[in-house]
């Protein structure tokens, strides 16, 4: 479902469209929202860099998006370092601190920059929350397989060759084996390269993206991007059998979306 106001409805449409979404319907959201740079990128004009910009702009909208997500739902808003601190602060006021789960770092390693009296930058912040404690989580979809030095690194081997771990149960100690299909589970630095052929300005990889979706829904959810771009979430969705709903305010982007997505 890719969405689209004439150039007057524009600033409204992120909101208009979530206030057609009902209450408890979404599984997960992601949104790369913007980035309060006050830039003019090629295909869009980014918010002011000041915190009052950023609080109107953001309040309301994300009030939306605690609303219309499931009590097992998550949402992963995407932006720069400068302006995390903001978003972070309103995130806990809607969503709760004791919802906050992580802060994710998407380090692009392959971007260039001629920063030459400071530290480059290198990396977005991603901010990860549940609505509440019973948020879907896939390890087995994300985590990665041990190998065998890890086995023998976090493991003991018994007799046999099978390898197990202590632990205590009803205050005794008791042997756990691993399963054939053990796996550990992602830190939060993601190191993955930006795209380099791109059809739209920042746009996102699908690596980063498939690995969101699979770590916080299922096959047959609901995802939602209400800053959606070059609309990678949409192709996302579609290849991992997932339902979307979207927008954004360009006319361009969504034409992308529904020459990516086919629908």
């Known amino acids: 479902d890719l969405h689209v106001r004439s150039r007057r409805q524009r600033q409204m449409c992120i909101r208009d469209r979530m206030a057609e979404t009902q209450d408890n319907t979404v599984d997960l959201i992601y949104c790369d929202i913007l980035y309060g740079t006050g830039r003019k990128f090629k295909d869009y004009q980014d918010l002011k860099p000041k915190r009052e910009v950023i609080e109107e702009h953001y309040i309301p909208r994300i009030k939306e998006m605690h609303r219309i997500l499931k009590d097992t739902g998550s949402i992963y808003l995407q932006m720069d370092y400068k302006i995390s601190h903001w978003v972070r602060c309103i995130m806990d006021d809607i969503f709760g601190y004791d919802n906050f789960l992580n802060e994710v770092i998407w380090w692009y390693y392959n971007s260039q920059s001629n920063v030459k009296n400071n530290y480059k930058s290198k990396h977005d912040n991603i901010l990860f929350y549940s609505k509440t404690k019973k948020h879907t989580y896939n390890l087995k979809d994300i985590g990665e397989p041990l190998n065998e030095s890890q086995i023998k690194r976090f493991s003991k081997e018994d007799e046999k060759g099978k390898y197990y771990n202590n632990t205590t149960q009803q205050g005794k100690k008791v042997k756990v084996y691993l399963k054939e299909d053990k796996v ?56 991992l ?20 997505t086919k629908y």
């Open 184 to 239: 550990i589970n992602l830190h939060n630095v993601w190191k993955m390269p930006i795209p380099t052929k791109t059809t739209y300005d920042t746009q996102k990889p699908k690596a980063l993206i498939e690995r969101i979706i699979k770590a916080s829904s299922n096959e047959g959810d609901l995802v939602a991007d209400f800053y959606a771009g070059s609309f990678t979430t949409a192709e996302v969705c579609k290849d």
């Open 241 to 260: 059998n997932r339902n979307f709903i979207g927008c954004d305010i360009s006319e361009k982007a969504v034409a992308i979306g529904l020459e990516r």
